[in-house]
């Protein structure tokens, strides 16, 4: 059985990341990466649908030690997967990617300080078991194996193509076809002038609005700035003011969320002209950021819209007929194709089983640790980014840490650390793990979460200010977070010799 210091689990943007992470700061320590599928990039490889792309700026949904070098810093999807297999290349990471790992199982023993995680391999049709001394959960949030999509009646009774855009079937001829799109998110709102610029009459049936902003793709200052300092220091420089505009943005719809809702809604109106009826189609009956924003780069989706070649629908569905759909109002609309842009199935801890000493944990039931361990879990981080910014700030965040306790843990010669709660925090009132965001795809899930407190550590702060503090700079000695040494006891001499390895510097 093969035995590694850490076990990363997912290829992605945060598994890759993780890595180059430990091998930076943590170069004496050994560790895999499992990844369920054939390839590097998780979401930017899995999406293939026309026009995928981040509604997040490469500046800082790219990593903090590795410069975006394009021009454009709302990027596609195409672009984003080279740079995360590019920082793979040039880390050496690759060698350490066990594809075709689907972890299915993880089980803890205290007596051994390690992790069993049992992973799936479809190819050889078996399941293979590697143990490591501390587990980090890269795997993203959603289930790579089915998209959401609602029931609709009479789906079955459509001679035409359903899609999900999590499974766009390579090829699909869509030029001179009749397109609708099902949803209002940002999914759906790449696709439409994707769509509609690849020669298809789209329409986008909604039930409900979503908040749009449009935004250049190419950043002027960023770009600026590369040609006169050096590429690192326009890049941190680039970093650090959008992370401000991005905190100083989502303050404002805090703090006056009317201001901002009659901004964003004066900019569609300019957009559209003043005969659109934007108060039927982008005007949402919440305020600013209690859902995500879209942005829609370069205003391509009201250009497609003040084409013709695409138009939005507000209205419910009855249900699907022969030909297209049937809505609420009455209205048919046909279709040779259908995309149900209706979204993700969130799953906690990519799906993975847990047990801790023989125990199955019961992650509703725990606690979160600075929203990246859970209460009587040992040895185990989550990467779980911002809802309302970009993802990687925060995965940045979490592999510094983690890193920082590994290395802390050897110092010490501790084996096992574990967020307990202290008798003060017993009674402390139970918060969702994402509070005040009322997306459906996480309000139907939410429930299955680990609990966040109202109090330091428990809180799963979604800022990336608060973060820094209580991530980068808090002690990690808490009071909280409890280190412990068994292995003497159990005589176990995998986890000694571990732990009897010289120290060296991060």
């Known amino acids: 059985m093969e035995h590694f210091d850490v076990i990363i689990v997912g290829a992605g943007l945060s598994g890759i990341g993780a890595a180059h992470h430990l091998q930076e700061l943590c170069p004496d320590r050994t560790f895999a990466i499992l990844e369920g599928r054939d390839a590097i990039g998780g979401t930017w490889d899995l999406f293939r649908y026309p026009g995928i792309r981040s509604d997040s700026d490469m500046h800082t949904l790219g990593y903090r030690f590795k410069p975006w070098r394009e021009a454009k810093a709302i990027a596609d999807g195409p672009s984003i997967r080279r740079y995360v297999n590019e920082t793979a290349d040039e880390s050496g990471i690759r060698s350490h990617i066990r594809f075709r790992h689907l972890v299915r199982s993880a089980s803890w023993s205290s007596a051994t300080a390690t992790w069993s995680v049992e992973a799936e391999r479809p190819e050889q049709g078996d399941r293979v078991t590697l143990t490591c001394n501390f587990l980090f959960m ?44 099902i949803g209002s998110g940002a999914t759906a709102m790449t696709l439409v002038p994707a769509m509609a610029e690849g020669g298809a009459q789209v329409t986008m049936v909604q039930r409900s609005p979503t908040y749009v902003v449009s935004r250049p793709d190419e950043d002027r200052i960023a770009n600026t700035l590369r040609r006169y300092l050096p590429e690192r220091w326009a890049y941190a420089i680039t970093r650090w003011k959008n992370v401000q505009l991005q905190r100083f943005f989502y303050g404002r719809t805090r703090k ?31 305020n600013p950021w209690d859902q995500r924003l879209c942005l829609v780069p ?6 497609a819209i003040r084409s013709g070649r695409a138009e939005v629908v507000t209205d419910t569905i009855e249900c699907f007929t022969e030909s ?32 801790v000493d023989g125990a199955r944990v019961d992650f509703p039931e725990t606690w979160a640790y600075k929203g990246m361990m859970y209460s009587d879990v040992p040895n185990m981080v989550q990467t779980f980014g911002y809802i309302n910014a970009s993802w990687t700030l925060r995965a940045d965040l979490t592999a510094e840490y983690v890193c920082r306790l590994l290395n802390h843990m050897r110092a010490t010669g501790t084996r096992i650390c574990t967020p307990r709660l202290r008798e003060q925090d017993r009674n402390m009132p139970a918060r969702p793990w994402i509070d005040g965001f009322s997306a459906g795809y996480m309000q139907r899930v939410m429930h299955l979460f680990p609990k966040q407190g109202d109090r330091d550590p428990w809180r799963n702060t979604q800022n990336y200010s608060e973060d820094r503090k209580m991530i980068r700079h808090a002690p990690l000695e808490d009071g909280v977070l409890v280190f412990e040494n068994p292995a003497a006891a159990s005589g176990s001499t995998q986890v000694e010799s571990i732990a009897d390895r010289p120290v060296r510097a991060a």
């Open 138 to 181: 890269c795997g993203g949030y959603y289930s790579y194996e089915k998209g959401h999509t609602p029931e609709f009646a009479g789906r079955e009774r459509f001679r035409g193509t359903i899609v999900h855009p999590q499974f766009w079937p390579e090829g699909l001829d869509y030029a001179g076809k009749r397109v609708v799109v």
């Open 256 to 286: 006056a969320p009317d201001m901002v809702r009659r901004k964003l809604l004066e900019g569609v109106r300019k957009a559209l002209g003043p005969d659109y009826d934007v108060d039927t189609h982008f005007t949402p009956r919440y």
């Open 298 to 303: 370069n205003a391509d989706l009201f250009e």
């Open 324 to 355: 297209g759909l049937k809505l609420g109002s009455g209205r048919e609309i046909e279709a040779d194709i259908v995309v149900t842009a209706t979204g993700l199935e969130m799953v906690v801890l990519s799906g993975v089983e847990f047990m």
